[in-house]
């Protein structure tokens, strides 16, 4: 069995040349020829539930979603007319207390804009402000713990070290200050309602069959929390989904999810809040043994392998 990621599903814009995402188009082409090759898909407790049982999962497939995005109801509607209600979306919460887009996604925007430019953004909006984004505490100790952040990613060092600034170890305080300038300059007018699913949306594609799960809060890298605040990033997010859908919420995703974005204390914490597993971006296979130990740090591949994993010849 194995887990597939997907973040952006949409159609090129212009206005943002260099955006990372899956073309709709190629998204169901791929979903249906997974079909075709006799792939089952489900949700990732009840997958996680049926392995506990001994099935054979081999030809099963977890699509995951994450951040919440307006695009999914999208993905999830194509998803339902070839025939599949099954799929994990991860929502993070904060856009629906404040509603403002996280900064996770001003740095997107940012980057789809502007691709290795933003860097140069980022040091321009710090001197027009008078604002130093590595001046805090743990920014030595932070940079050295997280040198290796998007190694694995096909990106310049320009990209690479704006997204560490912003997400790894550049001030928690002022990023989101610093990306405010840098979108009202470069003209950039998408809200949070454009950007995220809405409550009826969310809703929507519950009812279709799909589960729910929690992304926390406000997507900051959990390792960087003390135990207090990584506490009520698990259960703030966990009670406001389950208020929103009337169901539990089992399902846990970490924000970036690599093995040094959360800690003992995270996979603690999960647990004493009542999750039941918890999805990160080690790239494995899902089998019993995976998850005879720890079922909270689940495995999953990017949803541009689809080809090498499973549509190679
Ligand atoms: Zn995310």
Redesign the pocket.
């Known amino acids: 069995m194995k887990a597939l990621m997907f ?1 952006y599903v949409r159609k090129f814009d212009l206005n943002f040349p260099y955006s990372k995402h899956k073309e709709i188009d190629d998204f169901a082409k791929e979903i249906k020829n997974l079909i075709s090759l006799g792939y089952e898909f489900k949700n990732v407790t009840e997958a996680i539930n049926s392995l506990k049982k001994d099935e054979d999962l081999n030809k099963v497939i977890l699509l995951t979603f ?2 919440g995005l307006k695009d999914h109801l999208n993905a999830a509607k194509i998803l339902k007319n070839l025939g599949i209600t099954k799929g994990t979306f ?1 929502i ?1 919460t904060q856009p629906y207390l404040n509603n403002e887009i996280l900064h ?1 996604h001003k740095a997107h925007l940012i980057l789809s804009k502007e691709g290795e430019n933003s860097l140069d953004l980022l040091f321009e909006a710090c001197n027009h402000l008078d604002i130093s984004i590595t001046d805090h505490n743990n920014y030595e100790i932070e940079k050295e713990n997280y040198k290796n952040a998007y190694s694995r990613f096909d990106a310049n060092t320009k990209i690479k070290e704006f997204k560490r600034l912003i997400n790894f170890y550049g001030s928690i305080g002022v990023r989101d200050v610093l990306l405010n300038e840098i979108i009202r300059k470069l003209g950039i007018l998408k809200k949070a309602e454009d950007l995220y699913l809405s409550f009826d949306e969310i809703k929507e594609i519950s009812e279709m069959g799909f589960e729910i799960g929690s ?1 926390g809060v406000s ?1 900051t890298l959990l390792s960087r929390l003390d135990k207090k605040n990584q506490k009520e990033e698990l259960s703030s997010s966990k009670k406001f989904l389950e208020d929103l859908i009337s169901e539990d919420i089992n399902s846990f ?1 970490y ?2 999810g690599g093995r040094k974005s959360y800690n003992q204390n995270t996979l603690r914490l999960l647990k004493e809040v009542n999750y039941h597993n918890a999805i990160s971006v080690e790239q494995r296979s899902i089998n019993k043994e995976t998850i005879k130990n720890n079922l909270f740090e689940i495995p999953r591949y990017d949803c541009n392998q689809i080809r090498e994993l499973f549509l190679k010849r």
């Open positions: 973040h994450d951040d991860y993070p996770v992304h997507h995703c924000p970036y």
